[in-house]
């Protein structure tokens, strides 16, 4: 596996990626200290304001029963006996201040912003500064206003905010970099798969491999998905260059004797024989080459999607028995047997000519590979909606290692480079039995034959266009 990498990375991502989970940290933080101090000064000024609404009920009663010296000397009886700190403020129906007095060990009241204050509570209980406060409206259309200071309220408030100002830097600065951290690792893989890319192209070693993390999860999903890409481009690769070098091979084989057909031909001019036979030997040359090509296109053209089919109506046994046709002199020389067996009812739609050119290939690589095997059969059945041909022999078959490849354009196995031939032929055949929204299927061993099927519908369902 390849891990490392000859040019720095770039970190502006990841800069930005940390940079944006402190900012989320950050807010995450300050939105839980307000919340949380929302709900705690909620809390403590709910229980105040009961003990406000209590006193206020006192309050209340000392000033009609005894006005305000009554007022006054319990102010002052509470001050000694539970320490509170209060103010009271009675206003008449003209607002004119009729009385307003406290105990002595209250701080500055702010009468004016305790009145201007939204009540926060039911009967009418406001808040400011740490006072809060309460109003009643007499019988005498008098307004009795009641505060107590709460310093615990005040105590906290300012603790609390402390505690924010003193934690706050700190906590971002954690968040930032906790985020870098986590961002640094979680982006630890991209960087490899980057890294292997960069070596990639610099060297051309498709060998190289991402390094997997131990923990499941995407980013090992994302490791292991990028080497299965890797891996599959490398075969690719490495077909392609076999591919070449075959093709190389083997049209250099043609193109020399066709060189040679010609400039014999120019030196043996004043013999028309002579120069007609060197035409001929140049044409079949030229020919075989034609036909590499052409198969060539066909398989691109297949595989693209593009081939046109002549759909019509085809009797199996009739399209067996042509392809038998062909090879029935070959067949002799090879001193095998050729059968067909196939219902003379079976009707499939196709087309006629590019099937028999299929099933003509599967042949000639049965009778090519045929070894001390005697016997080729050609077959066709139906299993409903599927016609299935088939070609069946018992020649030297295909090793398990091969078995896979053998549909690849242009693979040809080790024991097969002796033969003439270009590894185009059943890379045709599964061409043309996708074209026909079919498969191409083989079945084969070392010593015991191979099977090759061909499973196509019976009915189109697609038209040619």
Known sequence: MFSGTSERPDWRFSLRLALGVGGLFAVAVITLYFGAGTLLDRALTKEEASLVLDRSEDIRLA?????DDGLTNLLKELEATTGEQLAVRVEAADHAVVFSGGTANAPDVPWAELIRAPAAESKGVRAAGGWIATST???????????????????????????????LGPLLLAGVVGGGLLVFFALRPLRRTVAVMRHIVQTGDWAARVTPPKTAGEMRN?????????????????????????????????????RMAVESGMEKTVEASAAREALADSLEEAQRVQATLDTLMDVAEAEAGAMKLRREKIIAFDLLTE???LYEFIVEEKGAKLEVRAAPELEFDGDRVRLRRALANLVD?????LGDGHSVVLSAESNG??????VQ?????????????????????????????????????????????????ADSAPGRGSIFLLRLPRVATVKAG
């Open 365 to 369: 690589n049965a009778l090519k590979y």
């Open 385 to 390: 909606r599927d016609m299935v041909l088939r």
């Open 137 to 167: 409206v007499l019988s005498s259309g008098e307004t009795l206003w009641t505060a107590r200071f709460s310093a615990v309220l005040v105590d906290v408030r300012t603790t609390y905010r402390g505690l924010f100002a003193t934690a």
């Open 323 to 325: 392809v038998a046709e």
């Open 222 to 258: 994302l490791a292991e998905a990028f080497n299965a890409v890797l891996e599959r481009q490398q075969r690719l690769v490495e077909r392609l260059r076999q591919s070449l070098d075959h093709v190389a091979h083997d049209l250099r084989t043609p193109l020399t004797r066709l």
């Open 63 to 67: 000033w009609q029963n005894s006005g």
């Open 393 to 441: 022999d018992d020649g030297l078959g295909i090793s398990p290692e091969d078995l896979p490849r053998i549909w690849d354009r242009l693979f040809r196995a080790d024991r097969s480079r002796t033969a003439p031939g270009m590894g185009l032929g059943l890379s045709l055949v599964k061409a043309i039995a996708e074209a026909h929204e079919g498969t191409a299927e």
